[in-house]
């Protein structure tokens, strides 16, 4: 039997847990051990009215404008673990399990959008689906928007620290809801209608997967984490915390480890930039975070993004996955080549701590704001050069 996958967790912070006035936001995504993670980038675009676009398995009507993003995404799929927009706003996913069916058929998945989701959810000819809760995060709040088939519920976050894993966690702190949700949890006997209406209480499986009962684990270890740090938060210590390997956190034995990270600092002041950190590698306890902030001369971004195969990529064409392409990016296969080397590791850390000083610097007013433009991809060539 194929190993259980154990998935993601996702951190915020907002002040007064943050030292600063930013919100930090921290993401692993833990997938399947050899899948690729890339980081890219899209332009903000006009589309013309009725237009579509193409998703993992389906077509949907596109917006009108679509702001800039980064992103950062197992590299077969359209949609993506985490990433952010120009506008300041970042976002994450998990996987949960809750009453509702989620179909095998080829659907959005919750990496696409929450919205009727379904479809393979890996790069494998054996269907393994799941529901996605998501973690939206702001200048100035967070959202937790947790789904169950095509029904969601969401809370609202303006203060302190929280952590989500794979598991529902909104209770009875509802700030809005699908308006049918309570009208099907009535009618399937799930909940009576009398009292107060808990939401992970009514819809979490009545025997759930063993990869929950893990989730409940980390999800504890992680909040006590938050909890050490609260009202210290920072870049940094976000940073360890996703590093952190006694929690179960960081994730680098099994079929499952965490195949890239993120964080983000928000700035409360709207004059100053957000900044985002990307592995774009496996194992942060063994990668550097680079620094990327939106920027009028953002260019290609080949060294981190994947091959691209078009229509005749196995992931595109029926039927699915009967084959195996080479997915690894520039930055993929040198950090691939030096993994065991600790020394390199040491280095390239105050590499990373060099950065984090710049960026203080930064917010602090002390360093003007687009020198840090190409940051990241100085960081990225200069850990190339380096493993190699």
């Known amino acids: 039997m194929a190993e259980p996958p154990l998935s993601c967790d996702c951190f915020v912070s907002l002040p007064p847990g943050s030292r600063d006035d930013h919100v930090i936001f921290g993401k692993n995504s833990d997938r399947p051990r050899d899948e690729v993670q890339e980081v890219v980038f899209y332009p903000a675009a006009?589309?013309?009215?009725?237009?579509?676009?193409?998703c993992t398995y389906i077509q949907i009507p596109q917006a009108e404008h679509t702001h800039a993003v980064v992103l950062s995404r197992p590299a077969w799929l359209w949609g993506a673990e985490m990433g952010a927009n120009d506008q300041g706003v970042c976002v994450g996913?998990?996987?949960?399990?809750?009453?509702?069916?989620?179909?095998?058929g080829e659907a959005l998945l919750?990496?696409?959008?929450?919205h009727g989701q379904g479809g393979p959810c890996r790069e494998a000819q054996e269907p393994f689906s799941y529901p996605t809760p998501t973690c939206w995060w702001t200048r100035t709040e967070a959202w937790v928007l947790e789904t169950a088939g095509r029904l969601w519920v969401a809370q609202k976050v303006t203060a302190g620290v929280k952590n989500i894993s794979n598991q529902l966690t909104i209770g009875t702190e509802i700030s809005a809801e699908h308006?049918?949700?309570r009208s099907v949890a009535r009618s399937q006997g799930w909940w009576d209608g009398e009292g107060e209406f808990n939401f992970s209480q009514?819809?979490?499986p009545e025997n759930p997967p063993a990869r929950m009962e893990l989730a409940k684990q980390r999800y504890r270890g992680g909040t006590a984490l938050m909890k050490q740090h609260d009202g210290s938060v920072t870049a940094e210590v976000m940073m360890s915390i996703l590093r952190d390997k006694p929690s179960g956190i960081c994730m680098d034995s099994g079929g499952f480890c965490t195949t890239g990270s993120m964080v983000s600092v928000l700035p409360r002041d709207p004059g100053l930039p957000c900044i985002h950190f990307f592995t774009a590698t496996p194992d942060p306890s063994r990668s550097i975070f680079k620094p990327f902030?939106?920027?009028e001369r953002i260019g290609p971004m080949q060294r981190v993004a994947s091959p691209?195969?078009?229509?005749?990529?196995?992931?595109?064409?029926?039927?699915?996955?009967?084959?195996?392409?080479?997915?690894?990016?520039?930055?993929?296969?040198a950090h691939q080549g030096a993994l065991s080397n600790m020394d390199a590791s040491q280095i390239l850390r105050d590499l990373e701590s060099q950065c984090l000083v710049d960026i203080l610097a930064m917010l602090s007013g002390e360093l003007p704001g687009e020198e840090?433009?190409?940051?990241?991809?100085?960081?990225?060539?200069?850990?190339?050069?380096f493993y190699q």
């Not at 998990?94 to 009453?99: G, N």
């Not at 919750?110 to 929450?114: A, C, F, H, K, Q």
């Not at 990529?313 to 080479?326: E, I, M, N, Y």
């Not at 433009?373 to 100085?378: A, I, P, Q, V």
């Open 46 to 54: 006009a589309h013309p009215p009725g237009s579509s676009v193409e």
């Open 93 to 104: 996913n998990e996987a949960v399990w809750t009453r509702e069916p989620v179909s095998d």
């Open 110 to 114: 919750g990496m696409d959008l929450d």
């Open 179 to 181: 308006p049918e949700l």
């Open 202 to 204: 009514v819809f979490s």
């Open 293 to 295: 902030v939106f920027s």
């Open 308 to 333: 691209q195969y078009g229509p005749d990529d196995p992931a595109r064409r029926q039927p699915r996955f009967q084959s195996q392409v080479d997915r690894r990016h520039d930055l993929y296969k």
């Open 372 to 385: 840090l433009g190409d940051l990241f991809f100085d960081c990225v060539d200069a850990e190339i050069k």
